[in-house]
């Protein structure tokens, strides 16, 4: 027995005790735990609402219903937090696909009141955040004036949180009233003139990764070829193209959709041309035609006016056809 070698069953480690668990991570837990209950809720409501009315469980909508009311203002806490602070991306992506899932959702249940502060407060971090200083007036493309506030870029995670506002927009066209497609209105004016003046630029220490789709796979998001910069460009042009994809689309919405979003149009653009309304507030959601000052400023008064030219001339025949009752122009 004693020629025999002893294998330990057990290898001891160094230490007896267990790595310490980092501080952040019962936060970390948190945040996961918060975006999933929002990510449950539009993953049980979203099924329902896209079946036909007539045989959807009632019980089921009123229990979605329910859920919403109840939650909304804690999430909505939570998340416009969370958008606005030094999370790392993966956390940065689900916040925003909770941003877009759960708002998407209160649109469906006919919830107004909580979607339109969501959609206020994700239009709040879709251009920077700007201290009050005093604005320098430059000519953009066209000849158009364009108050920049100076070292205000356009980053990437703005990028993110304009796409999501694009999705959403485009998920609840049917139930968006004028008000609520003025904010959405307002905050792509601000966008595009940060964009036309090339105040654009790449948020420190996010990589690449971020600018891809939310809910894209990681492994997805990295470019191929060429470096980040080319990445970051194209990415804005993309932004671009489907800013000018909401406006061509209004040629499928049914004619009520198409007034209420007409209406805005045409409200944001007598405001640009009388100078009234806020400068770039980053999306009032319906501040009821009152004035306000707002410290991101990025006023181009030719993107409303050249929106609903080219609105205008995509939809000719509906606005000119005798049965149509269009009293957005009145």
Avoid at 4 to 10: A, D, F, K, R
Avoid at 19 to 34: G, H, K, N, R, S
Avoid at 58 to 73: D, F, G
Avoid at 233 to 239: E, G, H
Wanted: hydrophobic fraction near 40%.
């Amino acid at each position: 027995m004693g020629n025999l070698t002893h294998i330990p069953s057990i290898d001891q480690l160094d230490k007896s005790d267990p790595p310490p668990t980092p501080e952040t991570y019962i936060i970390y837990l948190a945040i996961i735990c918060l975006t999933n209950m929002a990510e449950s809720q539009a993953a049980f409501a979203l099924p329902i609402l896209r079946e036909d009315n007539d045989s959807a469980d009632k019980s089921s909508v009123l229990l979605a219903i329910e859920m919403a009311n109840t939650s909304w203002s804690n999430i909505l806490a939570v998340l416009s937090f969370l958008v606005t602070a030094s999370v790392d991306e993966d956390i940065f992506l689900s916040v925003v696909k909770a941003y877009q899932n759960f708002t998407s959702v209160l649109g469906l249940l006919g919830l107004t009141a909580p979607r339109d502060a969501f959609l206020s407060s994700l239009c709040k971090v879709c251009t920077p955040h700007l201290p009050d200083a005093p604005a320098t007036k430059e000519v953009g493309p066209g000849g158009a004036t364009i108050a920049i506030r100076s070292h205000a870029i356009l980053n990437d995670r703005n990028v993110i949180c304009l796409r999501a506002l694009l999705q959403i927009s485009q998920t609840l066209t049917p139930v968006l009233e004028d008000r609520a497609w003025y904010g959405v209105l307002e905050t792509l004016q601000v966008s595009e003139g940060f964009m036309s003046s090339g105040k654009l630029g790449k948020r420190e220490q996010s990589s690449v990764a971020l600018l891809a789709d939310v809910g894209t796979p990681m492994k997805d998001k990295l470019p191929v070829g060429g470096g980040s910069g080319t990445t970051v460009d194209n990415q804005f042009s993309t932004l671009l193209l489907l800013i000018k994809k909401l406006f061509e689309d209004t040629v499928k919405m049914e004619d009520r959709c198409f007034m209420e979003f007409l209406r805005a149009l045409c409200r944001l653009a007598r405001e640009r041309c009388l100078g009234g309304g806020s400068a770039g507030s980053g999306g009032s959601g319906g501040s009821g035609g009152k004035e306000t000052t707002g410290p991101k400023v990025a006023e181009e008064k030719c993107f409303a006016i050249t929106k609903l030219h080219q609105v205008a001339l995509s939809n000719v025949q509906r606005l000119v056809a005798s049965e149509g009752d269009f009293t957005a122009w009145g």
